[in-house]
């Protein structure tokens, strides 16, 4: 089975792309939607991130924007966030895993947003980096709710540069397009990576 690395930073169309991976069909691991219902109620991330970081927990689920306000631009207790969720992140990986070897897929995108900052690029055979102009990247993410340009600052110095993912994936999907011309590229590059 063939395992594709989808990333791109903030802003760049990458849970777009995902999407039309799935439309394709395509199994996509999207680690966000993990993590959302590792937090959620009944969770299996909340009781461990009450332990770490109690004022992030105010109920009986994580509160995300607490938690952000404990973490963001704290090297360490991002690291110690880290080393909580991802061990219960790879349980929820290989369950993924199985159910598409099972259901007889031979690739399967995995969309981790920090693929290159956490060294998973090694686990996977090939990289699509999502992308477009950083213009356009600060529009689509200054136009979210509760984003500030301070948080997009900080959640950019987290994130490897746009032009070193560029360098370094196997093939870059240029978002900065018609959503057709975008599934134009997916589709293709679905084509490429069926055919390899």
Do not use: W
Not at 35 to 46: D, E, F, T
Not at 132 to 137: D, Y
Not at 174 to 185: A, G, L, V
């Amino acid at each position: 089975m063939l395992l594709v690395g989808l990333t791109g930073s903030i802003g760049m169309g990458k849970s777009t792309v995902a999407e039309m991976f799935r439309k394709l069909g395509i199994p996509v691991y999207d680690a966000d939607a993990e993590i959302h219902k590792l937090y959620a109620k009944g969770g299996a991330g909340v009781e461990p991130i009450r332990e770490a970081f109690p004022d992030a927990v105010p109920e009986d689920y994580v509160d995300r924007q607490r938690l952000s306000k404990l973490v963001l631009g704290n090297d360490a207790e991002i690291e110690r966030l880290e080393k909580v969720i991802h061990p219960l992140l790879s349980s929820g990986r290989a369950a993924f895993f199985e159910k598409a070897e099972k259901e007889g897929h031979s690739l399967v995108v995995l969309d981790i947003p920090l693929i290159f900052e956490t060294g998973g690029e090694d686990r996977v055979h090939k990289i699509v980096v999502v992308s477009a102009p950083a213009p356009v990247q600060r529009e689509r993410v200054l136009a979210r709710p509760e984003m500030t340009a301070e948080k997009f600052e900080a959640i950019l110095a987290r994130q490897v540069d746009d032009a070193v993912k560029r360098e370094k994936a196997d093939f870059v999907i240029d978002t900065h397009c018609s959503m057709e011309e975008t599934f134009e590229q997916v589709k293709k590059l679905v084509e490429q990576l069926k055919d390899a």
